[in-house]
């Protein structure tokens, strides 16, 4: 049981960023059946060890590859592009304006008369545009050669449109709570 080179090979896939996420289960059930440590329980200290070791790199890869922009990231990893999530901020002027519009549009939400109307026009707004940043995410991914700085861009875009999902969301919860 040696540690697989990638994520991809692991469960027997093509490398890309678009996969059948129901393979990609099937084969997570299969690898755990085969790997999982209980079936090392009259083995030895090692081959128990090594069983373990090896069932947490299956469930290491299998949440990576099956969110979308994790799979990305694991991406750019493996084409040599550096991903630091600290510090990988978009720098896009366009996108820095969105940003701050969405996030006032969840200000005046929240303090609007009726919320709830505001706030589910909001999440329509955010469910779009994750859309539309998802499949851009595709065409760059299946382009000949592709765009690693837009690529990030994207995936920045992204992940401030779902904490501001989360957050819409959360306020949607709190008011309804209140309610």
């Known amino acids: 049981m040696e540690p697989s080179s990638n994520h991809f090979k692991l469960f027997g896939l093509e490398i890309g960023f678009d996969i059948d996420e129901q393979l990609l289960a099937q084969r997570y059930r299969e690898l ?52 630091d999530a600290e510090r990988n901020t978009a720098t896009d002027p366009a996108f820095l304006m969105e940003q701050m519009e969405l996030r006032e549009t969840l200000h005046e939400a929240r303090a609007a008369r009726e919320p709830l109307p505001s706030i589910d026009r909001l999440l329509a707004d955010i469910s779009e545009r994750v859309g539309g940043a998802m499949a851009e995410l595709r065409e760059l991914f299946a382009a000949e050669a592709p765009d690693f700085e837009r690529i990030k861009v994207n ?25």
Not at 42 to 56: C, G, K, M, P
Not at 164 to 177: I, K, N, S, T, V
């Open 32 to 83: 755990q059946r085969t790997a999982h440590p209980d079936r090392y329980v009259s083995a030895t200290d090692r081959e128990r060890r090594l069983a373990v070791q090896r069932a947490a790199e299956i469930n290491d890869a299998f949440q990576i590859l099956r969110e979308p922009l994790s799979r990305a990231r694991y991406l750019l990893e493996l084409n040599g592009v550096g991903w």
């Open 155 to 179: 995936i920045d875009k992204q992940q401030f449109l779902r904490r501001l999902q989360r957050q819409a969301e959360e306020l949607e919860e709190e008011l309804l709570g209140a309610a």
